[in-house]
């Protein structure tokens, strides 16, 4: 068995949204038409249940956090980099189309009654439609739910014909209120969800952060209960899909999900992989290793010219003999950061048997 030399000199790379400041601005925006923070630090409010019933770190990641710049930039509440401009909740995403259909339910993050909600919002990516056609309707299918005190939280971009309540209707902690969808100003399958006190926006993450500040030695906990805090930890840097295909793939490949797994027959053994929230300066690296112990493919990539909200890489290499060798081919992502490692993740696929 012999196979041909690399096919993918270096790691073939694209990205959508490309920038944290250009495009990604579009992925989705809040309901809220001014997520300017409020300026006193508000009451103690609701605890907060993880409101989306999905794993941080293995069927789902924390996109953007809220955006607490007041000026044309944007930082998170740890003056990160995993928001946009103007960003008014937090993004929790599922990994690609696939797991929307099969179905991701959105959970109320506290106890109470449901206020306002819209259905009927098609599915769409506004990559497809252009957010002209979500205007005024920004949060697509919504649920709003009102907890007392003058707290509320909003869920965004639900699946159309997936809600599960009614207007009025009482709500415990964790229960489903619909499905992740497509609608509204969203181009990617996630929950955004808001939490307001008294109408102004406030960050669960830290509800009493003055304008402009970072949090840099609490640890995020805010109004989250410990379970949701320890979930979704902050993270500076992350994979959202890994895996291994017969073909290259793309990025919109990915987000459709269900690329096909590669075989002992297959003309190409391929892995890919989508981080989000990747930083400027960053150096990729993806390579696979075969059943023997030997490099099949490696590829780098040269630093990230600026912050990425997601990423793709594959390496890959075609076949040239009757079949791979049956086994099992390991593939290492690395993003080195600095002199440090930000990120990495191993996987693996068996071959033949
Ligand atoms: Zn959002």
């Known amino acids: 068995m012999k196979h041909a030399q690399l096919f993918l000199a270096g790691i073939l790379a694209a990205c959508s949204p490309s920038e944290k400041a250009s495009s990604a601005d579009a992925v989705q925006a809040s309901a809220a038409p001014n997520p300017a923070t409020s300026a006193e630090a508000p009451a103690s409010g609701p605890q907060l249940t993880f409101p989306v019933a999905c794993v941080v770190g293995q069927t789902c990641e924390v996109q953007n956090y809220v955006d607490h710049d ?105 229960q489903p209120l619909a499905n992740i969808g497509l609608s509204g100003n969203t181009e990617y399958p996630h929950a955004h969800i808001t939490v307001r006190h008294n109408s102004a926006m406030v960050d669960p993450f830290a509800p009493a952060l003055a304008p402009a500040a970072c949090d840099v030695g609490t640890g995020g906990r805010g109004m989250w209960r410990p379970q949701a805090a320890d979930a979704m930890a902050y993270k500076t840097g992350a994979v959202l899909n890994a895996g291994f295909a017969d073909a290259p793939v793309s990025m919109d490949a990915i987000e459709a999900g269900g690329i096909t797994a590669p075989t002992t027959a297959s003309p190409m053994l391929v892995a890919y992989v989508r981080a989000i929230n990747l930083h400027g300066g960053d ?64 996987f693996s696929v068996r071959l033949g048997d």
């Open 70 to 174: 007041p000026g044309p930039g944007a930082k998170d509440f740890r003056c990160g980099t995993n928001t946009y401009d103007g960003h008014g909740g937090i993004d929790i995403r599922i990994h690609d189309m696939a797991a929307q259909r099969a179905g991701v339910a959105v959970l109320a993050a506290a106890p109470g009654r449901v206020a306002r909600l819209r259905d009927g919002v098609a599915d769409v990516s506004v990559r497809t439609t252009g957010a002209a056609a979500v205007s005024g309707a920004e949060c697509g299918n919504g649920v709003v739910v009102d907890h007392g005190d003058g707290w509320e939280t909003q869920y965004c971009h639900l699946a159309k014909g997936s809600l599960k309540i009614a207007v009025g209707e009482q709500v415990a902690a964790g």
């Open 283 to 346: 150096v990729q690296e993806l390579t696979i290793v075969g059943p023997d112990g030997r490099p099949v493919a490696t590829g780098g990539q040269p630093p990230l010219d600026r912050a990425k909200a997601q990423y793709m890489t594959f390496v890959g290499k075609r076949a040239t003999g009757a079949a791979w060798p049956k086994g099992e081919y390991r593939a290492t992502y690395v993003v080195r950061r600095g002199s440090e490692t930000a990120v990495s993740r191993t």
